[in-house]
């Protein structure tokens, strides 16, 4: 499964992720194995 999501700012996307992590690591092994995360940032965007 994929989730995106969009932050305004970095901070932002950083605390969830610490937060999540934290949800993780309370479940993994019960409810789910192995969840990965990745940050990514948008360096340009084209209309076509």
């Not at 932050?7 to 950083?14: C, S, V, Y």
């Amino acid at each position: 499964m994929l989730i995106d999501l969009e932050f305004d700012t970095l901070r932002e996307a950083e605390a969830l992720l610490t937060a999540m992590r934290g949800v993780w690591a309370r479940v993994e092994g019960q409810i789910m194995m192995n969840p990965k995360a990745q940050i990514a940032e948008v360096v340009e965007t084209k209309e076509i």
